[in-house]
């Protein structure tokens, strides 16, 4: 799809997004963590929107990497290396890219899945971020091979996105500050997993505006 | 929220500034990132030690920078594990090219933080080793889980670790004598207020007038179940059965005992849990070495205390017993 001013145009909503989330974020992460998770993020995309001017004009590798070490250098945290890690593996995918088509997309997908499994240690059922993402790009990729576009794509992505957060709510944390609670995490959703939720959702918001 | 603050968040900065204010002769600041470090570093030829965390644990981890403990803390946002850059900066600034150990609390995201900045060190040719201190009993050590959390007991690494730097072992032996440290050293601790965030304005959970929180860490994330308040003995006795039955200690063995206050607990408490946990000792014939009583790693103004034993040996006991120069601790 999307050339270099539409994906500037997604990075900047994901940010605007997570940072409208801020108090529910953390809401969340104080019922089962420590109740920083919407400050942190919200810090570390703040500090992407004021590079965003600079990525402009940038191959969608570079503008991918510059969120990575953006997150990583201002989150803190373990959402900070989390999501630093996995933007750094999803720019491998299309380093030097002016475009991208639906196999770029699904690359991105399957590095920063990549890239949460091997800093986190985690696999899909552990209460984080891959309960949402791993379900969402499942669902890119059944949309893409039924060859539906990108809108119908996201729009699958992101309730599959929505029934991984749900889903984190019937099972106990096996990962992060939330696995001390054992049996008491059961009923509170993951905040990670939540604000995996939130951007791709901020993904599509893009994507109906532009096709409207 | 009812703080002595200016600006929520400013609160670390504000506070390394003062900190290095107030200890001109022991510390010095990394310019530009969270980090304090010795005003003689880097010692040239000895083992940097670096530790730190989210800030919030005062005085942890740079009211431990000194002589015969840390070169280096980091300060991240409070409860929240500082990023890769920051702790590489401490790595460089106290590199005297012996090597440079880093003391991490096992928490997902400082383990991941520290760890992204070994590489960041390693790929600057920079020597570098970290030991994770699993102190607290409370949390279930199984595979399913991140493992046991690092608390108080921390301190005693710093410790111990610093005097074997400052004696001139090299890497990998300081490692080994942390190492040594971590696996003879049990914590647990208990609360009786929640702390509030500066940023996020709010108490870090609930808990009613008449209830006790046990086995909490130290970042405001609560424990493993909530009971109704008992009296210090009973509370001391709860905690430290739960320790010594996590490790072994034989008849004669010294231990090195810790009593730490979470930040809104007052030292006259901390003394009736000191007390029993000696006389508990005793009956059970188990010799105290040595006992360190005070806030050495606290959690804002949380009201509440843990326990932390540390089995000992001829080595760790002259290394406990070594000089130590430091804004917070002083042992001459």
């Known amino acids: 799809m999307a050339n270099t001013d539409l994906f500037i145009n997604i990075i900047e909503n994901m940010a605007k997004a997570v940072i409208e989330n801020k108090e529910y974020l953390t809401d969340l992460d104080r019922a089962i963590g420590d109740g920083d ?32 070490m953006t997150l990583i250098s201002t989150v803190g945290g373990a959402s900070g290396p989390l999501y630093g890690t996995a933007f750094l593996r999803a720019a491998t995918a299309v380093d030097g890219k002016m475009d991208i088509d639906k196999t770029d997309i699904l690359n991105i997908f399957e590095k920063a899945i990549e890239g949460v499994q091997t800093r986190g240690k985690a696999q899909v059922g552990e209460k984080t971020i891959l309960d949402s993402l791993v379900p969402a790009y499942e669902a890119l990729k059944k949309s893409y091979e039924k060859e539906e576009g990108n809108l119908e794509a996201f729009r699958a992505a992101e309730e599959a996105a929505l029934k991984g957060v749900e889903y984190t709510k019937t099972i106990v944390a096996k990962k992060g500050r939330a696995s001390y609670l054992g049996e008491r995490s059961i009923g509170h959703q993951d905040p990670g997993a939540t604000s995996t939720y939130i951007m791709i959702k901020s993904i599509k918001n893009i994507l109906e505006e532009n096709h409207k | 929220m009812k703080k002595i603050i200016n600006n929520p968040n400013e609160v670390v900065e504000e506070m390394l500034q003062g900190m290095v204010l107030g200890h001109p002769e022991y510390l010095k600041r990394v310019e530009g990132f969270e980090v304090v470090v010795r005003k003689d570093s880097p010692k040239k030829g000895k083992v940097g030690l670096v530790s730190g965390g ?21 300060a991240g946002e409070v409860f929240t594990s500082p990023t890769p850059g920051q702790v590489f900066e401490a790595i460089k600034a106290v590199d005297g090219e012996a090597g440079v150990l880093l003391i991490i609390k096992n928490y997902t ?39 046991r959390r690092g608390i108080a007991g921390t301190v005693f690494v710093h410790k111990i670790t610093g005097a074997a730097a400052e004696k001139g072992l090299e890497l990998a032996e300081v490692k080994r004598v ?22 996020a304005g709010k108490p870090s959970f609930e808990i009613g007038e008449d209830e006790m929180e046990m086995g909490l860490g130290i970042h405001g994330e609560p424990g493993t179940h909530k009971e109704t308040i008992k009296s210090a003995d009973e509370i001391t006795d709860h905690m430290l059965e739960r320790i010594l039955k996590d490790m072994e200690v034989k008849g004669d063995e010294e231990v090195a005992v810790m009593i730490n206050g979470l930040g809104g607990t007052p030292l006259m ?42 089995k000992l040996d001829e080595e760790l006991k002259e290394l406990l017993d070594a000089k130590a120069d430091t804004p917070a601790f002083r042992q001459l």
Not at chain 2, 109 to 126: H, Q, R
Not at chain 2, 297 to 305: K, P, V, Y
């Open chain 1, 37 to 68: 998770h919407g400050i942190n993020m919200s810090k570390g995309f703040q500090a992407v929107l004021s590079k965003l001017d600079d990525m402009r004009d940038k191959d969608l590798g570079t503008i991918l990497k510059n969120v990575a």
């Open chain 2, 269 to 310: 408490e901390l003394y009736i849990i000191n007390r029993e946990v000696h006389k508990k000792l005793e009956e059970i014939s188990i010799p105290v070495y040595k006992t360190w009583v005070g806030n050495f790693m606290t959690s804002l103004e949380m009201a509440g205390a843990s326990i932390s034993i540390l």
């Open chain 2, 109 to 147: 995201g400082d383990v991941m933080n520290f760890e992204m900045a070994k590489e960041l060190a390693e790929a600057e040719g920079i020597d570098v080793d970290f030991i994770i201190v699993d102190d607290d009993v409370a949390v279930e050590n199984s595979t399913y889980t991140v493992g």
């Open chain 2, 54 to 74: 989210g800030s919030g644990h005062e005085p942890s981890h740079g009211g431990y920078v000194g002589e015969g403990m840390l070169d280096g803390a980091v």
């Open chain 2, 178 to 199: 942390g190492e040594k440290v971590i696996k003879n050293l049990r914590s647990m601790g208990m609360s009786l207020t929640p702390c509030i965030v500066p940023a």
